[in-house]
T-cell receptor, first 114, second 114 residues
Framework: AQSVTQLGSHVSVSEGALVLLRCNYS??????LFWYVQYPNQGLQLLLKYTTGATLVKGINGFEAEFKKSETSFHLTKPSAHMSDAAEYFCAVSHSGGYNKLIFGAGTRLAVHP | DAGVIQSPRHEVTEMGQEVTLRCKPI?????LFWYRQTMMRGLELLIYFNNNVPIDDSGMPEDRFSAKMPNASFSTLKIQPSEPRDSAVYFCASSFGAASYGYTFGSGTRLTVV
């Protein structure tokens, strides 16, 4: 079975600092990997995704993530945090039983301080 | 496009009552998903449909939960009878084709059972 582990349920950074949110996955087949963001009282919004090809993928709002097969990781980064980045972030992997079923991690809540 | 539309946004009901949550997917999307989000369990996939047909309902917690998709533009999730432990935010999401396209989520229905 596929699974996703997000290290750190809460991450706090200063405005302008590097953002690093960690995600590790397990999969018996080549995975599709996703990062979603959830702002308070809203649904999840797709930030970026990896399917095939280039392992460094860029998303919206200056975020990017790198697929590292050897480390089974898909960490999310942003060089400089902005106050508006404060939200909850979810990593997701497609399910081995069918590529249309996403399994989500537990989420990481990002706080950005002035 | 108006996105995935869920109604109602908030629902408060008494234990034992029937609750019906509604979802209108994005036109042209052929997959529809129902998720439940709680603090304790995070995001759980309840059921998903492909071309209006239920494909995987293994996440439906009990027989009290049922979901239907009578046509491509409408789906319902029903809880009968409702219990306090059903209190959660219920999300509907839709996608076109394979999961590599990502899902589009609705804004959710916050259900409170008292």
């Amino acid at each position: 079975a596929q699974s996703v582990t997000q290290l750190g349920s809460h991450v706090s950074v200063s405005e302008g600092a590097l953002v690093l949110l960690r995600c590790n996955y397990s999969s018996s087949v080549p995975p599709y990997l996703f990062w979603y963001v959830q702002y308070p009282n809203q649904g999840l919004q797709l930030l970026l995704k990896y399917t095939t090809g280039a392992t460094l993928v860029k998303g919206i709002n200056g975020f990017e993530a790198e697929f590292k097969k050897s480390e089974t990781s898909f960490h999310l980064t942003k060089p400089s945090a902005h106050m508006s980045d404060a939200a909850e972030y979810f990593c997701a992997v497609s399910h081995s039983g069918g590529y249309n079923k996403l399994i989500f991690g537990a989420g990481t809540r990002l706080a950005v301080h002035p | 496009d108006a996105g995935v539309i869920q109604s109602p946004r908030h629902e408060v009901t008494e234990m034992g009552q029937e609750v019906t949550l509604r979802c209108k997917p994005i036109s042209g999307h052929d997959y529809l998903f129902w998720y439940r989000q709680t603090m304790m369990r995070g995001l759980e996939l309840l059921i998903y449909f492909n071309n209006n047909v239920p494909i995987d309902d293994s996440g439906m917690p009990e027989d009290r939960f049922s979901a239907k998709m009578p046509n491509a533009s409408f789906s319902t999730l029903k809880i009968q009878p409702s219990e306090p432990r059903d209190s959660a935010v219920y999300f509907c999401a839709s996608s076109f084709g394979a999961a590599s396209y990502g899902y589009t989520f609705g804004s959710g229905t916050r259900l409170t059972v008292v």
